[in-house]
Structure formats: structure tokens, C-alpha cells
């Protein structure tokens, strides 16, 4: 029996049937671009590249070598299959202890060992994903809101806000400062809520921040936690890419601004959401934790944690691997020397065909800046200008209007999720496009020129000088004796 | 300091959502007390054989020995091993919601080999949950608004309080079932439950089952299932079965899935059957014992809420690592046979033993062919047919007969007395201990009530009030009620009773 779409559409619940779950945002026709052409060194080597994804691939050698070493931390081996039963049968919501351990002292780690984690405040959620609706849940409800500085993950409008009713209050925050967030626009934010008769709840900030990959500092960080101490709000930290951060001993985590300021604020409106995702690759692991330092909180996100534990199959590896100090110190130490190469080699090299980006030292990722690329300051022309990056660059990057960012032109570049020779095409691509795209629109306004003056022999070396000037981004760190030179 | 924090704790609650701060999470539930003193004083054969042996828990430990051996032959199903870890990158890596395809392929050909290949289930239909409970819960919000209503029969499963309705705010309302014809669901008990929906102005979105049962170890026929079909079309409701227990069939009658139903019905357009309102809940939780991997799966015949469904996946994805794994195992098609066969050979076996060993004590279960467990019917124990007087004999076998077991109310039983009590999460060893535990204690009743016949008029009453306690397991008056004999009882058969009369 047929039964028409409108038809199906009564039967199921408002969630079922709106467009809650985002993915009908361009942020995905991406995507849709890469999954039908995706580029293979080999077999597609003119397929779309894929930068849309901030995966961190690059240190996989180093878990390689450390599960080799140590057969004992998976339950299928025979060193390991001892535990097997026991935890095939563990269902425990407040997971195996040496899990909720080894997590806690990763998490200590990748802050320089400056703060320690309690164990028993360590929460469980399938992904980051699972741990911010859940925190949503907890501590606000329906038609309530959380401000959030933009530009922010496109995906924090599924997690925060689709099943659980909650809505998103967007803190604006613009290139002019680098994007920091400032009270201003707190406050602002936190009025037009008001004008909107919607109740705030919290404020949720990722840091470091994706998509800018800039972390914040701890003058900012202190203002945050006073606004929301003043305004009786919860303060969400994201802080799933703390072990990206390029300098780790300058980031600063909510935890440290506790520790050092105690009395800052009630301890009982700070929340941190981390997840192994980003630092330690693993995002197919659905390594989701909460931790809050509301003991009510932990308490019924734990409850609530039956929706999304982690296997223990994975925890009981997990538990093996992060507990192992020396391991850990390394892997945390090469992954941030690795990323930092890459991102440098990316920066540099865009810089030199005149391509700047906001300046970062952490995330997997880079915010570019394309401003000076569009036809106009609008965001239709950057929709133009992506679909001409994915179709004829062949480059799957984000576009800054998917990220809420309220300026056109800005794009996020992730850089991680391949291998060298991959980093070297994509680079190609982007830099011959520049000039191709340059040489082609100098060549005709300079015809159009020349049909009036004649001046086709001095083309070239005017090409190159204007290659400079026009496309120079006030980003660029470009130094070039050429420049120089010209002068 | 700390003790400002906990002031400020307190202060600042109003501050949490009401979800956080209602009490729906239901472990405040006496449910809950017997796993408390379970906690406190856990049985250990060698280390503390007084103990209480946790019988409130329906896991699978019968079989895992079979997947061990499994596992140690394999170890290319771990990306840990030597024979793995070349895949150990793209797992790590994989988090598309639609799964691996080799894992949707084989858990879609392990549930069409429970169901004996009658069935055959579509690897495209194949969602991932967060178990069983992210699964169910996720259906629901794709089903019903807040309000909806899901019917669903009673006595049921306690979570399902929790995973249909805490977060997403629908609305439970029970369908009525009684030991009067073995807990069956009849055509008066569904209109019945509809109409009282219908007049507390909750709409109702769907049905929800267990099938097999979960507490009744009993499967649903075919005719009822039938009857249930032509009632959701006929109201344009969803059907939601929970097929978790599928494998744990051990006796006839044969386990009928919905989906063989649907399969039928459908062949006959008179039946007007629309496919789109049905969903299956399935989990490994307990068919193979591995309820620690979260393998939690949703399957509908609704491309919309397969859509939908898979969206909602990313808030409990199975961990790539175990979806490798179990593609693994499950496309071993020779493991799986033999698993299945074997499985359900001990559960079948580890059933009688329980059972006759609770007959020879005058004890009966409801006849059942299914589940990790079993409904036991101790209505005659009872002073009176009141949820109080259950509280209180389940109090006694907690802290007298050290046995955790779970009390009917728990599971909205109308009728104290039952109590499910589970029996493949133990050795045989331990199994054992129970049953003499249950035989010393009823023992202990019969003794009681002679010591107590013979010192009726002697003994003064507050001295009589511990015996008596005992001895009102077996009062005479209660034990020869008509109302209180369960026709299931061979009771009626035993001598002692036959002494009196």
C-alpha cells in the first residue's frame, strides 16, 4: 500500500520531519561533492580532496607501534582474552574504573600535568556529540537558550538543539579583533535573548576554537567565567582539541582558571565536553566524556549515559593505552610537533600566492581568508566562489557562512586528515588557481587596456607586480625581496 | 571550601532542567533496593558464599565460552593484533552513521538466522543505538511529540520508563494483562487501554512490546501478533517490538517475529497492512551476552525513520572497533550456527534444572519457552494479595534467603505474588547454592508452622511474632484459599496440604 510522503508525515513525531538534524545546510553539499569524486592518488588522481573533515591522521604510527607492545590492552588477544568475559558482560554507567582513570590522566597530561581530574567526576556520552546534548538536557529546557560565540561547529546546532528543543543564541564576534570574543558582544547577545523572551541558560565556548583554531587567553577566559558567575549561567568548555594547541604550555583550560582562581565563580556552573576524536585520532571510537564539576550534573548525566557508553571493548584499550605515561607524553608531544609542520607548511605556502589566514596555533584546521576573492561582500558570492573551489579546485573546504561566521569570505582549510604527497597537490591546486584566476583577469582587463593604449610587450612584468599588490592579504606574512625590490 | 561548593550546590539546582532534577530516571524505584543490597554483600562462591546471589540481573554467561574460543582462532576480527592492526587507521578514523557495511550485513543475516531464515532483513535497514536503550529511545523521538502516548502491555520491562519517556516526554500507557489466561494480550485489554488514553487526552502514537517477554519468558503467538497488526493499521498507530530475547528461545512453541507477520498479512491486500508502521528493537545484549559493547539496533520498514533514525545515531554510535569485530564473528556462518544451536541446548537446560528444583519445593513459574529468567508465581506466600505484603516477602528473601530478585510490582504486574527471577548469569555451582537456599527457607516455613501449631495456646504472641512472620508463608487459611491457590501449583498435590484436608 502507498502511502504518500504528507501521509508518512503525520505519523511521525515534529522531530522526525524538521530540519533540525542540519544536514540540508550547504556545509554538506561538500560533502556530497568529495563522496561522489573522491580523489585517490592512484585511481582518481583528479578527484575532490578532502579538507572539509578535521580528523588528525598523522600519528597513527605511534599507536601502531605502542598496541603491537602491548597485546595484553585488547580482550581478543591471549595475553588479553583473560578479561574478555568480564567485560563483554560490564554495563556498569559509571565505566570500568581504570578507564575513568587513564582518561583522567590523559586529560591532566595534555595540560601540562598544571591540573589534576578527578576520576570519579569523569562522564561517559557517545562522542562529544552525545556529551553536549546531554549537557543541554541537564541544565536547560525546552525553548531556553545558550549563547555561543560564531563563528562555531556547524554541528552544535544538531547536538544542542534538535531533540532537546533548546535554542542557539549566536555572541557575534568579527575579524576586526580577530574574532575574540568581547563583553560587548556578550552582553549584547545576552539582551537580544532577552528581547526574544528567551531564557539563557548557559554559555558554550569551544576552546581552542573550531573553526578559527585560535585558543583563548586568560584575561578572556577569567572575563567569561565573572559574566556568567553575574548572570547565574552555566559555562560549557569544549576543549576536545586542547592537545592540538601548537605551544602547550600556553593554553589555558577552564580547569586551571578553577585552580588558580577558586573563588572566581561557583564551581558548579563549569562544565568541560572532550572526547579523543581530535587529539589521539579516534574519532570512530565514540569516545565521548563529560566532565563537570556540578555533582548533581555528574550525577544525571551519568544516568543519562545509558544512551551513549562506550563499549567497553574500547574502554578497556583506552584504559591501557592513556595510562601508560611515557606513551602518552610522546604521542602528545609528536602530534603537536606534526600538526604544527603541517599547518606551517600550508600558511607559508598560501601566503606566498598572496593567501592569508587568521593567525592560529592549534585545531586541525586553518581559517582562510578569501575576502579579497568575492565579487562582493556577500555571502551568495561566497557560496559562488565555494562551489567554484569544490567544482573546479576540486577541494572540499567549509564555508565560513556554514560556521555562522557574520562575514563573507572566510573558510575552513582542515589540514590533517592526509598524507604529505596529498598536503603538496592540494597546495598546487590552490596556488595555480590564484594565478591562473589572476593572470586570467589581469589578461583581460589588460586587453581591454590595450586596445586602447598598446601596451601587450609590457604585460608581463606588469602581471607580476600587480600579482602582488592585488592580491597581498593585510594576513600575509609575505616578505618577498621581489616586493622589495619593486620598491 | 568544599563545604561552600555543596552549599552553593544546593543553592543553585533550581538552575539544572526539570529532566535533570524530575525523578524519571526511576532509580529511586524500590527496584533498585535489592540491587543495593546486592552491592553491599555480593555473593562469591569462595570469598563470601553468604552473600547474596544476584538473580535480578538477566544477563548471558552460558555461552561466552564459545566466543572466547572464537575470538582466540580469529585475530583478525581485533585491529589490536598482529593479524589486525593494518586496519587499525581507517577504523579508528570510521564514523559515517551508517556503519560499517560488512557490520550491517551480518547483524541483517544473524537476525534472518534467529528468525530460521523465514525472514530475510535488509542491511540498508540497519541503524545503529546506543544499546537496546539508544535505540528505543531514539525511536521514540522519531515516532511521538511530548504527550504522545505508546501503549504497552503489562507486566513490562522497568527501563522502559526511563528509555520511552524521560527524555523524550511521551507518555506510557498499559495494556492490562493477567495470569487469568497467562498473561496474554486480548482485544479487550488493547481497545480497553485505547479508549483510557483517549480519556486523558493522551494521543497515542504506537505499541510497544517485548517479544519474546521480558519479565514472562513467554513469546506472543501468531494470532495474537495478527490481532495486534489489524489493530495498529486499524488506528493508524505504530507497532514497536522489542526483539531482544529472539535467540533465547529454548522450548516450543517457535518464536514468531513481527516480521514474519508482516510478511504474511501483506500478501493479502485485504489486510490493508501499511509496512511504514513497523520497527524492530534488537540488541546483542543478551542473545550473545555482550551487553559491555553497546550493540544497540533499530530496524523499520519506514524509510523516513531509517533516515531519521540514522541521524539520531550519532548520539550513540557503536564504537568502530566493536562493529569491526562482531562483522567478524556474525559473517562466520558456521560460528553462528553452532552458537545458536548450543546457546539455546544450555539456556533449555539451565531452565528445567531451575524450575524442577523450585517444583520439588512447591514452587511455579509461568510455562515459558524464552528469556534468561523466570516468572515465579509466589501468590501463596502472600498473608494478602497486596503490593505491601509482596514488599514485604521480597524483603525477606533479600535478607533471609539472600536471593536479589525482582518483585512484579516493578514491572506494573496488577497482581502481587510474581516475582522474576533470573538464571543464566550463574555457574552451576551457584545455581545450586540458590536452590538449597530456596529449600532451607521453605523448609524453615513448614517447621515454623508446626512449631506454631503445637505452641498456638502456649506461647505468647510477641514471642510468636518472628515464627509467625515465617509461618505466614505457610498459613494454613492462606494455603487453602481457593483465591490464592494458583491452578499452576502442584502445591495442591502435596501431602502436607492433603494432611489437612
Not at chain 1, 511521525?12 to 550547504?26: F, M, R, V, Y
Not at chain 1, 586541525?364 to 557560496?383: A, C, G, I, N, V
Amino acid at each position: 500500500m502507498e502511502v504518500g510522503l504528507n501521509n508518512t508525515h503525520k505519523f511521525l513525531s515534529k522531530i522526525a520531519t524538521n530540519d533540525g538534524h542540519g544536514e540540508n545546510s550547504p556545509y554538506f553539499d561538500g560533502w556530497k561533492a568529495y563522496d561522489t569524486n573522491p580523489y585517490h592518488p592512484e585511481t582518481n588522481p583528479s578527484g575532490v580532496i578532502q579538507m572539509g573533515l578535521a580528523e588528525n591522521q598523522l600519528c597513527f604510527d605511534l599507536v601502531h607501534e605502542w598496541l603491537l607492545n602491548h597485546p595484553e590492552a585488547s580482550v581478543c588477544t591471549p595475553q588479553g582474552g583473560f578479561d574478555f568475559k568480564e567485560i563483554a558482560l560490564f554495563q556498569d554507567y559509571h565505566g570500568l574504573p581504570e578507564f575513568r582513570a587513564a582518561i583522567a590522566n590523559f586529560m591532566s597530561r595534555v595540560r601540562g600535568s598544571r591540573v589534576k581530574f578527578d576520576p570519579n567526576r569523569i562522564v561517559m556520552s557517545g562522542g562529544a556529540t552525545g556529551a553536549h546534548e546531554t549537557l543541554a538536557f541537564c541544565l536547560a529546557n525546552r525553548g531556553e537558550g545558550f549563547l555561543v560565540p560564531t563563528p562555531y561547529y556547524p554541528g552544535f546546532d544538531r547536538d544542542l538543539k534538535w531533540r532537546t528543543g533548546v535554542e542557539l543564541i549566536p555572541v557575534v564576534c568579527e575579524s576586526s579583533n580577530n574574532f575574540k570574543v568581547t563583553i560587548e558582544a556578550l552582553e549584547d547577545a545576552y539582551e537580544k535573548a532577552k528581547e526574544s523572551n528567551i531564557k539563557v541558560k548557559g554559555l558554550l565556548i569551544t576552546n581552542p576554537s573550531n573553526p578559527l583554531g585560535t585558543f583563548f587567553d586568560k584575561e578572556t577566559l577569567k572575563t567569561l567565567v565573572r559574566f556568567i558567575n553575574e548572570k547565574n549561567i552555566h559555562l560549557v568548555c569544549d576543549e576536545i582539541y586542547a592537545g592540538t594547541v601548537t605551544n602547550g604550555s600556553e593554553f589555558v583550560s577552564i580547569a586551571e582558571i578553577l585552580e588558580e582562581v577558586p573563588t572566581i565563580c561557583d564551581h558548579s556552573l563549569i562544565h568541560i565536553v572532550y572526547s579523543l576524536s581530535k587529539d589521539m585520532g579516534f574519532p570512530g571510537f565514540r569516545v565521548g566524556i563529560i566532565y563537570s564539576y556540578n555533582d548533581t550534573v555528574v550525577n544525571i548525566s551519568r544516568k543519562m549515559s545509558s544512551f551513549g557508553l562506550v563499549s567497553t571493548q574500547t574502554q578497556h584499550m583506552i584504559a591501557s593505552m592513556l595510562s601508560q605515561n611515557d606513551f602518552v607524553d610522546n604521542f602528545i608531544q609528536e602530534s603537536r610537533t606534526r600538526l604544527a609542520h603541517r599547518h606551517d607548511m600550508f600558511t607559508r605556502e598560501l601566503a606566498e600566492v598572496g593567501i592569508g589566514s587568521l593567525e592560529s596555533n592549534a585545531g586541525l584546521f586553518f581559517w582562510m581568508d578569501l575576502r579579497r576573492f568575492l565579487k562582493e561582500p556577500t555571502f551568495e558570492s561566497e557560496m559562488t566562489f565555494w562551489r567554484i573551489i569544490i567544482n573546479e579546485i576540486k577541494l572540499n573546504v567549509s564555508p565560513g557562512s556554514s560556521f555562522h561566521c557574520n562575514e563573507p569570505g572566510w573558510f575552513r582549510v582542515c589540514f590533517a586528515n592526509m598524507d604529505d604527497a596529498t598536503v603538496m597537490v592540494a597546495i598546487e591546486r590552490i596556488k595555480s588557481f590564484v594565478l591562473e584566476t589572476r593572470m586570467l583577469e589581469i589578461k583581460t582587463k589588460a586587453l581591454a587596456k590595450a586596445k586602447k593604449q598598446c601596451w601587450q610587450n609590457n604585460l608581463t612584468l606588469k602581471l607580476s607586480s600587480r600579482r602582488l599588490e592585488d592580491i597581498m592579504s593585510p594576513h600575509s606574512p609575505l616578505n618577498s625581496p621581489m616586493l622589495r625590490a619593486q620598491n | 571550601s568544599s563545604q561552600t561548593h555543596t552549599q552553593a550546590n544546593m543553592e543553585r539546582i533550581h538552575l539544572l532542567s526539570k529532566i535533570a532534577t524530575s525523578e524519571q530516571h526511576g532509580e529511586n524505584s524500590p527496584y533498585f533496593d535489592g540491587w543495593k543490597a546486592y552491592d553491599q554483600n555480593p555473593f562469591h562462591l569462595t570469598e563470601n558464599p553468604n552473600g547474596v546471589i544476584q538473580m535480578g540481573l538477566a544477563e548471558n554467561q552460558l555461552s561466552l565460552d564459545l566466543i572466547e574460543e572464537w575470538v582466540a582462532k580469529n585475530p583478525k576480527s581485533s585491529i589490536c593484533t598482529k593479524d589486525g592492526i593494518s586496519q587499525f587507521k581507517d577504523i579508528a578514523n570510521f564514523q559515517d552513521y551508517h556503519g560499517l557495511y560488512e557490520f550491517r550485513k551480518a547483524i541483517a543475516n544473524f537476525m534472518g538466522k534467529v528468525r530460521g531464515n523465514r525472514v530475510t532483513f535488509d542491511p540498508d535497514r540497519i541503524v545503529m543505538g546506543g544499546g537496546a536503550t539508544g535505540a528505543s529511545e531514539s525511536l521514540m523521538f522519531c515516532l511521538a511529540d511530548p504527550g504522545d502516548g505508546f501503549l504497552v502491555p503489562t507486566p513490562y520491562y522497568p527501563a522502559f520508563d526511563r528509555d520511552l519517556r524521560w527524555r523524550t516526554g511521551v507518555q506510557l500507557v498499559p495494556i492490562i494483562c493477567n495470569s487469568s489466561n497467562d498473561f496474554k494480550i486480548t482485544e479487550e485489554a488493547l481497545e480497553s487501554a485505547y479508549e483510557n488514553a483517549i480519556a486523558s487526552n493522551i494521543k497515542v502514537k504506537g505499541l510497544i512490546l517485548a517479544n519474546p517477554s521480558n519479565p514472562l519468558g513467554t513469546t506472543t503467538d501468531k494470532q495474537t501478533l495478527q490481532t495486534l497488526m489489524r489493530f495498529i493499521n486499524e488506528k493508524n498507530i505504530h507497532i514497536v517490538c522489542d526483539e531482544i530475547y529472539a535467540a533465547t528461545i529454548f522450548n516450543t512453541p517457535e518464536f514468531v517475529s513481527i516480521s514474519e507477520v508482516l510478511q504474511e498479512m501483506e500478501q493479502d491486500s485485504s489486510n490493508k497492512i501499511n509496512r511504514e508502521l513497523v520497527h524492530i528493537i534488537y540488541s546483542l545484549s543478551k542473545d550473545m551476552g555482550l551487553p559491555g559493547f553497546r550493540v544497540g539496533i533499530l530496524y523499520s520498514y519506514n524509510d523516513h525513520v531509517v533516515s531519521c533514525a540514522r541521524k539520531m545515531s550519532s548520539f550513540g554510535l557503536i564504537s568502530s572497533q566493536t562493529q569491526l569485530f562482531l562483522a567478524s564473528i556474525l559473517s562466520d556462518e558456521e560460528f553462528v550456527d553452532g552458537f545458536l544451536s548450543e546457546s539455546s541446548k544450555r539456556l533449555a537446560k539451565r531452565h528445567q534444572t531451575f524450575t524442577q528444583g523450585l517444583e520439588k519445593e512447591g514452587i511455579t513459574c509461568l510455562a515459558s519457552n524464552a528469556g534468561l529468567f523466570v516468572w515465579m508465581d509466589l501468590r501463596m506466600l502472600l498473608n494478602k494479595p497486596t503490593f505491601d505484603e509482596e514488599m514485604e516477602l521480597w524483603r525477606l528473601i533479600i535478607n533471609d534467603v539472600k536471593l536479589n530478585v525482582s518483585p512484579g510490582s516493578s514491572f506494573h504486574c496488577v497482581e502481587p505474588g510474581w516475582f522474576r527471577v533470573c538464571f543464566a548469569n550463574m555457574d552451576d555451582q551457584t545455581v545450586d547454592i540458590a536452590l538449597k537456599r530456596i529449600r532451607a527457607f521453605v523448609k524453615k516455613g513448614r517447621k515454623n508452622e508446626r512449631a506454631t501449631m503445637n505452641n498456638k495456646r502456649t506461647k505468647s504472641f510477641q514471642k510468636n511474632l518472628r515464627l509467625s512472620f515465617s509461618s505466614r508463608l505457610y498459613d494454613e487459611a492462606t494455603m487453602m484459599s481457593p483465591r490464592m491457590m494458583s491452578p499452576h501449583s502442584p502445591f495442591a498435590r502435596s501431602p502436607l496440604v492433603q494432611a489437612r484436608t
